[in-house]
């Protein structure tokens, strides 16, 4: 495993991190052992960036990260925690509420969930539009001086309030949905972080399985999988987005990788500040991931993957229209 410093400002991170969120049943049902174990395993082949929300599960993902982190020293895993997002109990969503009272309460649940005593990366897990960037920023700058934050990240905004946020405190990362069929935060996003030194740490780098090469039409449509109402999984979008996969395969096949290896290794080939997320739940899914560390894709190779799989050739959008209406990284 290597490792790069994340941002300007921030810790030394592997290369991959591993996002926790499926552990806890956003994909339809989840094993807690299953999880336990791909933690274990992540971090015993060199992965120290662990990525959670404090709403995964309604506080079960922390719990589970905090299990599985007992007999782990504390400086060997970078925790990375998302905030501010409201639910309710059958799982919906209410909006974002990062005021800097309600940001204090929350990370105070997150360390007691995760039983630690400070949190490395702390971020809004979205813009709050009745919250200016600087108060939310200010509140998480206040939490590092007292001890119970190292540093500060963003998460789904776009490049105006980038700027807004790193003029209050430094930032160390953006964390955003970044894939081959997922483009977008190359026209300003991307530039403006590059241009502040933020780092990205790129979710959805498989589209949730979409380009996985293991994802069928028909799976993930059980009660709690976010993607039975995801745009780029039904009718004819799928269809559409599942040849792009195809074209995808035979590229792999070609190299002698898989499909979910050689998408992987895209997003890493597209700059050293660029840190994919893996969001595995089983071992063997881990695993495969893993594998992309050691595929090296030439200027020819990210051509041809690229011709097979074009920019803005995705059929549906990444999130509901609804959802994107109030995202600010989509203004």
């Known amino acids: ?21 499926g552990m806890s049943g956003m994909y339809g049902p989840s094993d807690r052992a299953d999880g336990i174990a791909t933690i274990h395993a992540a971090l015993d082949a060199g992965i120290n960036l662990l990525d ?14 905090g299990e599985a982190l007992k007999a782990v020293a504390r400086d060997k895993v970078i925790i990375s925690v998302k905030t501010g997002a409201l639910r309710d109990r059958d799982g919906g969503f209410n909006g974002m509420d990062n005021r800097p009272a309600a940001l204090k309460n929350f990370v105070a649940y997150s360390l007691q969930r995760l039983g630690v005593d400070y949190i490395d990366i ?13 108060d939310t920023v200010g509140a998480i700058a206040d939490m590092i001086k007292a001890g119970y934050v190292r540093h500060i990240g963003l998460s789904e905004v776009g490049a105006d309030t980038i700027r807004r946020a ?17 483009r977008g935060i190359e026209d300003t996003i991307l530039p403006a972080c590059r241009d502040l030194g933020i780092a990205v740490t790129a ?42 996969v195809e074209a995808l395969r035979r590229i792999a096949q070609a190299k002698g990788v898989s ?14 500040d660029i840190i994919p997320l893996i969001g595995a739940r089983k071992v063997e899914r881990l695993e495969e991931a893993l594998g992309s560390q050691g ?37």
């Open 1 to 21: 495993m290597k490792y790069v410093q994340l941002g300007k400002t921030g810790p030394s991170v592997s290369t991959l991190g591993l996002g926790c969120m």
């Open 122 to 134: 702390y971020r809004p897990a979205r813009l709050d539009p009745n919250v200016p960037i600087e």
């Open 203 to 244: 979710y959805g780098v498989l589209s949730r399985g979409l380009i996985s090469g293991h994802w069928q039409k028909g799976h993930g449509q059980s009660k709690g999988d976010f993607r039975a109402h995801s745009p780029r999984f039904q009718g004819e979008n799928v269809d559409r987005n599942l040849e792009l």
């Open 295 to 331: 595929i090296n894709l030439s200027a020819a190779d990210l051509t041809a993957i690229e011709a097979a799989v074009p920019k803005n050739a995705a059929a549906g959008g990444r999130y509901p229209e609804a959802m994107l209406a109030h995202m600010d990284s989509e203004k």
């Open 166 to 182: 790193a003029a209050v405190h430094p930032i160390v990362d953006l964390q955003i949905e970044y894939s081959l069929i997922s």
């Open 52 to 65: 959670t929300g404090d709403f995964y599960g309604m506080g079960h993902n922390e719990m589970l990260i």
């Open 259 to 272: 499909v979910a290896q050689i998408a992987i290794a895209w997003v890493a080939a597209k700059g050293s």
